[in-house]
Every structure is written in C-alpha cells, then in structure tokens.
C-alpha cells in the first residue's frame, strides 16, 4: 500500500526542519563501512539492575543492537551494560563514554569527544560507531544524531522506553525479535527517510506527523494519518509509535 501525504509541517518544527536540509544539501552521506574500528570500550554493570543510555553525536553512523546479535568479536557478556566499537577515518578522537551508578540505575552517556578539534559535518571524516547493549539490562534508550545515519535493531533488547531524534540523514529501525511487554517509542526525523521492520507477531500503532513524503506499507491501515497493523487490538504485545518526520519518505515492512 503506498500513501502520499502533503501536509503542512508544524511551524515549531520549521527552523529544525531549515537546518536539518542545510546539512543534507551539504553533503551529510558518511561511509563508515569503508573505515575500520580504531577503538573499543566496555562499560560493566558494576551493580546495576536497569539503565539509562543516551547517544547523543553530531554526526556519523550509529549502529546500536543487543550483544547477542553482535556480528563481530565477542558476544557481551553477562556483567557487562556495553561493548563499543568506534569506526573513524579521521585524526579525530572517538567519542567519549561517561558512566555511573546511583540507586542500581546506571546512567551511560556516549557524546562526542571532549579533545577533537572542531570538525565539519560536511567533512569527509568516515566516522560511525556501533554500541552493543546487554539484551537482558531494563534500558531507557535515548538516540540523539544531528546529522548522518542511524540503524538501530531493537529486537530482543529489554526496552523500557525510546526516543530517537536524528536532525538530517536516513533512519532504519529494526523491531523484529521477541518482544516480552509492551513499548512506547517517540521518532522525531528533520528530514530523511525512515525505514520500520516490524513483527507481524506484535500489535503495532504509529501515529504519523509528516511534512513532506510517501509512506509505503505491506500490511495494516492508515486512518486520519494513524497507522494500525493488522490484529493490533488482539495482541498480547503493542508498540505505540508516535513518528514526526519533516521531509522524506516511510517504508514500513513487517517480517515473521
């Protein structure tokens, strides 16, 4: 099913939206498949029974998944929250992991590096980084890039909450997996295009704001720009979605 969609973006979003196509236009594409990792970091638990996990960059490629699906080295092990890997084709440093643990909650924040020289986002700098999170750690996920790309496979990871802002670049999220219990999600997207797998096992709800852009699903119903899969109301599990995207397209795929 494809839908267009024309609808006028929100006027609070329209400065982000001005600056996120700056940056596009500027050449944001980074290639960190050609780079190779430079770095690694792990973070261990060190008594913490569910997490707080912000990613907040300025550009670059994310890759975040549980440990378990890690395609490289070392599956993550059982007293470990994170296993880092830092791809950068630069001179510039990689980015900075800052942790700690307060009432068995413990707080990760992965920014950029507090010694690297100021770097342009339009710059060749083939810098990206994938984070490998404990799939069985409660974790609140916060995924802030201002420019770039970010894939993300949630599936099997133990979410609590997620929020995901990308300024300018494309957005894959990866819900396929087993799912225990339910999740609310806020995706906000300045411009770029947004890519959903989802499972047909598990009901799903996407409340789309969009500005410019086609939305293309193989399953489910659009009603007054709200998204249904289909059998939502009977699942056991639900995913409540609430998507703004300022231009660009959607493409919602369903697997299982």
């Not at 982000?16 to 430079?38: C, F, N, P, W």
């Not at 890997?85 to 009432?103: L, N, Q, R």
């Not at 342009?120 to 083939?126: G, L, N, R, S, V």
């Not at 490998?132 to 609590?160: F, K």
């Amino acid at each position: 099913m494809s839908r267009g969609r024309g609808r006028g973006w929100s006027r609070q979003c329209l400065p982000i939206l001005v600056a996120s196509l700056l940056l596009a236009s500027a050449g944001t594409a980074l290639a960190a498949s050609e780079s190779e990792v430079t770095s690694e970091q792990i973070v261990t638990l060190r008594g913490a029974t569910s997490a707080q996990v912000e990613i907040d960059l300025d550009f670059g490629q994310i890759r975040v998944a549980g440990g378990s699906l890690a395609g490289a080295g070392m599956p993550i092990l059982g007293g470990e929250l994170l296993r880092a890997e830092f791809m950068d084709g630069s001179s510039h440093a990689a980015p900075t992991i800052d942790y700690e643990v307060a009432d068995e909650v413990g707080h990760l924040v992965v920014s950029p590096s507090r010694s690297s020289s100021q770097v342009w986002p339009w710059e060749d700098q083939k810098t990206g980084c994938a984070l490998y999170l404990n799939p069985s750690v409660p974790t609140d996920l916060n995924v802030l890039l201002a420019a770039g790309q970010a894939t993300l496979a949630l599936g099997g990871l133990s979410l609590t909450d997620l929020e995901v802002e990308v300024g300018a670049g494309d957005v894959a999220l990866d819900f396929a997996g087993d799912w225990r219990s339910d999740l609310s999600a806020t995706i906000a997207l300045g411009a770029g295009d947004l890519k959903l797998r989802l499972p047909r096992d598990v009901g799903v709800k996407i409340d789309l704001e969009q500005g410019l852009g086609d939305v293309t699903t193989d399953g489910g119903s659009f009603e007054d720009n709200v998204f249904v899969s289909d059998g939502f109301a009977e699942a056991s599990v639900q995913l409540d979605l609430a998507i703004e995207l300022g231009a660009g397209d959607v493409e919602i795929d369903f697997v299982g």
